[in-house]
């Protein structure tokens, strides 16, 4: 990895997207510490510690502790996120959008705009039920309409500006911009991690061992996680030759390749966000409920619990499915096979070529969701085991994020130079 960021260093173009990259990355950074007026921000940090299992924790762990600081940036990516999976899904549902996605760029700008302007409604629909909630818990000093205005219109201004960042990043810098901004939000988060781990155990006792164990376990679930989201099942597809006046077309081989981990990492914030929600929602109307129906959801959807971490894990392999499902079709890329003269060796096109690709992918489906419910999970596992290793708050979704964005950037980079011939790399 590193040899290839030094070569494309050395490429005048790339090292302006990379320069610029990291200049935008650094505003990002910035932004999180421009505090939001009339918020008190200990309320905001105490939400963060009641567990890593609410939406506040999560909001916190994407934007880089901006959430629990109440900066302009506290509610990060999330509405954009939160609007693209809705018009994703829509784009399934309703013909228009799905009539749009398949228009080329054109198409895809539309919907870019779309989801821009339902990302700032989402924004300001979030921004104000946090005020709500915080000027419910006293946290507001001078409370009122102009107050409202001007706190939910700060995260609401926040978001969008996140948003534009992603753009730029996208279209100017180096690989997918929001991808990059909750990545870099995550890694600003890894200090405070190592800090608050070294002082539990090293502080606390001199136990240099735990340390070790918890680096070398760490570099291990990396590799696994590297071994994972590149492992790929390539399915052979054999083209038949056709003559076109004194043309021949056709003929050579190639494969589908199908993905362990083709949903990403997206059923986990879909699990993560639905086992939030009941925490979160009694976190805001009763925070010091004990007893009764919100004491019992407090205490049934906290990650102590041992059947919170089951019930994640099933979670997790069913919105596998179901977005692996919503995301690849196997009659469609078995029609687009059949009228391209593509087919399966030993596989009949039409109906036989989708039924087979749909089984195979629903083999490798499983394979990829068991594998992402081990990792969102293992943290729990280890917390249940050593209550001091919840400390660690750089979780499933977190490393595969990180990782993940890692391999997509250098592969960025990697085409990138292919495309300039670069010869250094190909040596």
């Known amino acids: ?247 021949m077309y056709g003929g050579q081989s190639t494969h589908i390749p199908i993905k362990v981990t083709m949903a990403g990492v997206m059923p986990i914030i879909f699990a993560m966000s639905l086992l939030a929600f009941p925490s979160t929602v009694v976190s805001l109307v009763a925070p010091n409920a004990t007893g009764g129906f919100a004491g019992w959801i407090l205490k049934f959807f906290n990650q102590s619990n041992p059947w919170y971490a089951v019930i994640y894990f099933v979670l997790i392999v069913g919105f596998t499915y179901f977005y692996t499902s919503i995301s690849f079709s196997p009659i469609e890329v078995a029609n687009n096979m059949k009228k391209n003269g593509g087919f399966i060796p030993g596989i009949r096109p039409g109906k036989s070529t989708s039924d087979f690709i749909a089984k195979v992918l629903s083999r490798i489906t499983l394979v990829g969701a068991f594998f992402l419910g081990f990792i969102a999970i293992l943290p729990i596992i280890l917390a249940l085991i050593d209550s001091r290793l919840s400390t660690i708050s750089i979780g499933g979704t977190s490393l595969l994020i990180v990782v993940g964005v890692a391999l997509e950037t250098v592969k960025q980079i990697e085409s990138q130079m292919l495309m300039r011939h670069y010869k250094g790399f190909l040596e």
């Open 1 to 247: 990895m590193f040899k290839i960021l030094k070569n494309a260093w050395a490429i005048p173009e790339l090292r302006k997207k990379i320069l610029y990259t990291l200049l935008l990355l650094v505003v990002f950074r910035f932004g999180s510490v421009i505090t939001v007026p009339w918020l008190d921000s200990a309320t905001l940090a105490s939400w963060v510690d009641q567990g890593g299992n609410t939406l506040f924790s999560i909001m916190d762990m994407f934007s880089g502790g901006a959430f629990s600081q109440a900066t302009i940036f506290a509610m990060g990516v999330s509405p954009y996120i939160n609007s693209s999976i809705i018009i994703q899904l829509l784009t399934v549902a309703i013909p228009a959008l799905e009539r749009l996605s398949k228009e080329g760029e054109e198409g895809r700008k539309k919907i870019s705009k779309i989801t821009r302007y339902v990302t700032v409604v989402l924004a300001f629909v979030q921004a104000a039920g946090l005020y709500i909630g915080l000027n419910s818990a006293n946290a507001v000093s001078n409370p009122g309409a102009l107050t409202f205005f001007v706190i939910a219109l700060s995260f609401t201004a926040g978001t969008a500006f996140l948003m534009w960042l992603g753009e730029e990043i996208t279209e100017k810098g180096i690989g997918n911009g929001i991808s990059m901004i909750i990545f870099a939000g995550i890694v600003a988060g890894i200090p405070t991690m190592a800090k608050s781990v070294w002082q539990t155990f090293v502080g606390g006792g001199n136990n240099y061992l735990a340390v070790a164990i918890i680096l070398v376990c760490a570099v291990l679930i990396i590799g696994l996680v590297v071994l994972f989201n590149n492992g790929e099942r390539r399915i052979p597809v054999q083209y038949a030759k056709r003559v076109v006046g004194r043309k």
